[in-house]
Protein backbone atom coordinates (compact mmCIF):
# COMPACT_ATOMS: atom_id res chain seq x y z
CA UNK A 1 0.00 0.00 0.00
CA UNK A 2 1.02 3.62 -0.72
CA UNK A 3 -0.24 6.64 1.19
CA UNK A 4 -0.17 10.01 -0.55
CA UNK A 5 -1.12 13.31 0.61
CA UNK A 6 -1.06 16.59 -1.30
CA UNK A 7 -0.86 20.45 -0.21
CA UNK A 8 -0.10 23.24 -1.43
CA UNK A 9 -3.43 24.36 -2.77
CA UNK A 10 -5.53 27.67 -2.10
CA UNK A 11 -6.93 30.62 -3.47
CA UNK A 12 -4.35 32.95 -5.95
CA UNK A 13 -5.81 35.22 -8.69
CA UNK A 14 -5.20 34.90 -12.26
CA UNK A 15 -1.48 35.41 -13.20
CA UNK A 16 -0.26 34.01 -9.83
CA UNK A 17 1.89 30.57 -8.65
CA UNK A 18 1.38 27.83 -6.66
CA UNK A 19 3.37 24.96 -5.79
CA UNK A 20 1.67 21.39 -5.01
CA UNK A 21 3.40 18.86 -2.89
CA UNK A 22 2.36 15.04 -2.53
CA UNK A 23 4.37 13.24 -0.05
CA UNK A 24 4.33 8.97 -0.82
CA UNK A 25 4.46 6.90 2.38
CA UNK A 26 7.33 4.98 1.25
CA UNK A 27 9.88 5.35 -1.73
CA UNK A 28 8.41 4.27 -4.94
CA UNK A 29 9.71 6.65 -7.62
CA UNK A 30 11.59 4.35 -9.03
CA UNK A 31 8.92 2.13 -9.88
CA UNK A 32 6.08 3.93 -10.46
CA UNK A 33 4.18 6.34 -12.92
CA UNK A 34 3.90 9.51 -10.91
CA UNK A 35 0.97 12.10 -11.98
CA UNK A 36 -0.93 15.02 -11.51
CA UNK A 37 -4.63 15.16 -12.01
CA UNK A 38 -7.32 17.74 -12.17
CA UNK A 39 -11.05 17.30 -11.40
CA UNK A 40 -13.09 20.63 -12.06
CA UNK A 41 -17.09 20.41 -10.93
CA UNK A 42 -19.00 19.31 -14.01
CA UNK A 43 -15.81 17.46 -15.86
CA UNK A 44 -14.33 14.51 -15.47
CA UNK A 45 -11.03 13.71 -14.17
CA UNK A 46 -7.86 15.18 -16.45
CA UNK A 47 -3.99 14.06 -16.86
CA UNK A 48 -2.09 17.30 -15.84
CA UNK A 49 1.39 16.05 -15.75
CA UNK A 50 3.56 12.58 -15.30
CA UNK A 51 6.55 11.53 -14.90
CA UNK A 52 7.98 8.30 -15.16
CA UNK A 53 10.73 6.22 -13.07
CA UNK A 54 13.49 7.11 -15.57
CA UNK A 55 12.37 10.94 -15.12
CA UNK A 56 10.84 11.75 -18.77
CA UNK A 57 7.63 13.81 -18.36
CA UNK A 58 4.67 14.50 -20.12
CA UNK A 59 2.20 17.60 -19.62
CA UNK A 60 -1.56 18.43 -21.06
CA UNK A 61 -1.46 20.65 -23.66
CA UNK A 62 -3.42 23.26 -21.91
CA UNK A 63 -0.17 23.74 -19.03
CA UNK A 64 2.76 23.06 -20.99
CA UNK A 65 5.04 26.35 -20.45
CA UNK A 66 2.99 27.02 -17.40
CA UNK A 67 3.45 24.35 -14.91
CA UNK A 68 6.33 21.97 -14.46
CA UNK A 69 6.27 18.48 -12.59
CA UNK A 70 9.02 16.94 -10.20
CA UNK A 71 10.01 15.16 -7.66
CA UNK A 72 12.49 15.00 -4.77
CA UNK A 73 13.74 11.40 -4.53
CA UNK A 74 15.44 11.87 -0.91
CA UNK A 75 12.39 13.09 0.50
CA UNK A 76 9.51 10.94 -1.32
CA UNK A 77 7.70 14.09 -2.38
CA UNK A 78 6.43 14.97 -6.10
CA UNK A 79 6.04 17.99 -6.90
CA UNK A 80 3.70 20.65 -9.41
CA UNK A 81 5.08 24.22 -9.87
CA UNK A 82 1.96 26.10 -11.37
CA UNK A 83 2.68 29.29 -12.99
CA UNK A 84 0.56 31.96 -14.77
CA UNK A 85 -2.21 30.40 -13.44
CA UNK A 86 -5.98 30.94 -15.24
CA UNK A 87 -9.15 30.64 -13.79
CA UNK A 88 -9.63 27.59 -16.26
CA UNK A 89 -7.33 25.94 -13.74
CA UNK A 90 -9.53 25.75 -10.84
CA UNK A 91 -10.16 22.43 -9.63
CA UNK A 92 -9.28 19.63 -7.12
CA UNK A 93 -5.57 18.33 -7.95
CA UNK A 94 -4.93 14.70 -7.59
CA UNK A 95 -1.61 13.23 -6.78
CA UNK A 96 -1.37 9.08 -8.27
CA UNK A 97 1.11 6.41 -8.52
CA UNK A 98 0.98 4.28 -10.81
CA UNK A 99 2.69 0.49 -11.61
CA UNK A 100 1.13 -2.31 -12.76
CA UNK A 101 -1.55 -4.01 -10.93
CA UNK A 102 -1.35 -1.01 -8.47
CA UNK A 103 -3.18 2.58 -8.61
CA UNK A 104 -2.98 4.83 -5.85
CA UNK A 105 -4.56 8.43 -5.04
CA UNK A 106 -4.45 11.25 -2.72
CA UNK A 107 -7.64 13.05 -1.47
CA UNK A 108 -6.61 15.78 -3.51
CA UNK A 109 -6.38 19.66 -2.93
CA UNK A 110 -8.82 22.54 -4.45
CA UNK A 111 -7.17 24.83 -6.23
CA UNK A 112 -9.27 28.31 -7.19
CA UNK A 113 -8.13 30.94 -9.42
CA UNK A 114 -9.97 33.72 -9.25
CA UNK A 115 -10.05 37.66 -8.81
Known amino acids: QVQLVESGGGLVQPGGSLRLSCAASRSIFSKYVMGWFRQAPGKQRELVAAISSGGSTNYADSVKGRFTISRDNAKNTLYLQMNSLEPEDTAVYYC?????????WGQGTQVTVSS
Open 96 to 104: NARSTGERY
